[in-house]
């Protein structure tokens, strides 16, 4: 009876906005990937599982060019036409 108490207060944390999140492994494996908790606009509870990337985004003050060309010599290029 307990954990349905806790799910009742959960479900009404997550009717606010809230996202619960926390490691999750499907079958209690070594594993582990992270899972969020949330609800929809009718106050449904729904879980979504995913595994964290390590993706470098830019920002407005990042100082990295874009269209930089890359630096190496012409010397270093293949010469496909002697084939």
Do not use: C
């Amino acid at each position: 009876m307990e954990e349905v108490e806790n799910f009742d207060v959960i479900k009404e944390i997550l009717k606010n906005g809230d996202i619960y999140k926390f490691p999750f492994s499907y079958r209690k494996g070594i594993i582990v990937d992270t899972a969020f908790l949330l609800s929809n606009e009718k106050g449904t509870p729904f879980m979504i599982i995913t595994t964290p990337s390590d993706f470098n985004y830019l920002s407005f003050k990042d100082n990295s060019p874009l269209d930089e060309e890359p630096d190496f010599e012409e010397e270093s290029l293949f010469d496909l036409g002697s084939l």
